[in-house]
């Protein structure tokens, strides 16, 4: 399995520019959380879903962020317009599937997508 | 869900025996204890998770109180590569959202 798969790896866009970070889950799980990490403020959950329904996105700082999960292999999470407080590193991890505790609650992440907006 | 501390950093030698401190004194009875740990330029992975028992894995053992309000990661013998943030999280079996704390940041020299 080649395990969760985040693009791009590396973003750098102006400010106001749209971005789109995209995201595949390990086939199979059924739940899929972005993740924002900065030195500040550690590794916040934006959003997640289960089966492709958003679930929570109380971690969703403002309306220039929206997520998407279309089918059960693809999520993207936009953001439009970007500002400089967005830079940060964004991960994807995924869970779920059936059987153990370990198959329905492990969340296994993606390398991350590191954003810097100047 | 329950709050965890951790101390912000450890340092420990390669090849002694580490370990790593939780608190966790607001746990209630359905939380499971996760330890999650994230090396350098990397996204976090998962190392254990116990809810009353002591467990073991290829990675680590997970010691917990007989009251459930603090729990300690052991890694036997500790190598270059387990430098590290080690997370404590706590979460319900039926929740799917964890969440995270700053960890500790374990330093290992050779």
């Known amino acids: 399995d080649a395990g969760v798969i985040q693009s791009p790896r590396h973003e750098v866009t102006e400010m106001g520019q749209e971005v789109t970070l995209r995201c595949k889950p390990i086939s199979g799980h059924n739940s899929l959380f972005w993740y924002r990490q900065t030195m500040m403020r550690g590794l916040e959950l934006l959003i997640y879903f289960n089966n492709n329904v958003p679930i929570d996105d109380s971690g969703m700082p403002e309306d220039r962020f929206s997520a998407k999960m279309p089918n059960a292999s693809f999520s993207t999470l936009k953001i439009q317009p970007s500002e400089p407080r967005d830079s940060a590193v964004y991960f994807c991890a995924s869970s779920g599937g059936q059987g153990t505790f370990n198959s329905y609650n492990e969340q296994f992440f993606g390398p991350g997508t590191r954003l810097t907006v100047l | 869900d329950a ?60 010691a917990i109180a007989e009251d459930r309000k603090s729990s300690t990661l052991i890694l036997h013998r500790a190598t270059l590569r387990d430098a590290a943030v080690y997370y404590c999280i706590l979460n319900a079996g039926n929740n799917r959202k964890l969440i995270w704390g700053l960890g500790t940041s374990l330093a290992v020299n050779p």
């Open chain 2, 3 to 62: 709050k965890t501390t951790q101390p912000n950093s450890m340092e420990s030698n390669e090849e002694e025996p580490v370990h790593l401190p939780c608190n966790h004194s607001t746990i209630s009875g359905t939380d499971y204890i996760h330890w999650y740990r994230q090396l350098p330029s990397q996204g976090p992975e998962y190392v254990i998770h116990g809810l009353t028992s002591n467990v073991n894995n290829r990675m680590a053992s997970l």
